[in-house]
């Protein structure tokens, strides 16, 4: 599966953005989807994950209540509503799929730029 992110941008802090991450290739109903991210120096964390159909929903304690994991298997889209956005969130965000199943993500997008001015 393809994996192409968008939706990244500079906001102020408090601000909000989504993220979108389009799939291609394979059946995108299949796949557990998940957002990561990474600072500068800093090693790619895990965001958020959705399963399947959406019916579980796993995300990082620091983003917890601010950040909304969704999909849109119709549309082949997995989304990642960003609100109350903090400098700490400033990173490039990272779409993944892995089959369900599995453990490791063996798909990635390109990778969007967040930041978040103080």
């Known amino acids: 599966v393809q994996l192409q992110a968008s939706g990244g941008g500079l906001v102020q802090a408090g601000g909000s953005l989504r993220l979108s991450c389009a799939a291609s290739?394979?059946?995108?109903?299949?796949?557990?989807m998940a957002w990561f991210r990474q600072a500068p120096g800093k090693e790619r964390e895990f965001i958020a994950v959705i399963i399947l159909t959406g019916t579980k929903k796993y995300y990082r304690d620091s983003v917890r209540g601010r950040f909304t994991i969704s999909r849109d298997n119709a549309k082949n889209t997995a989304y990642l509503q960003m609100n109350s956005l903090k400098p700490e969130d400033t990173a490039v965000y990272y779409c993944?799929?892995?089959?369900?199943?599995?453990?490791?993500?063996?798909?990635w997008g390109q990778g969007t730029q967040v930041t978040v001015s103080s």
């Open positions: 290739g394979r059946t995108f109903s299949n796949y557990d």
């Open positions: 993944a799929a892995r089959q369900s199943g599995e453990i490791q993500y063996n798909y």
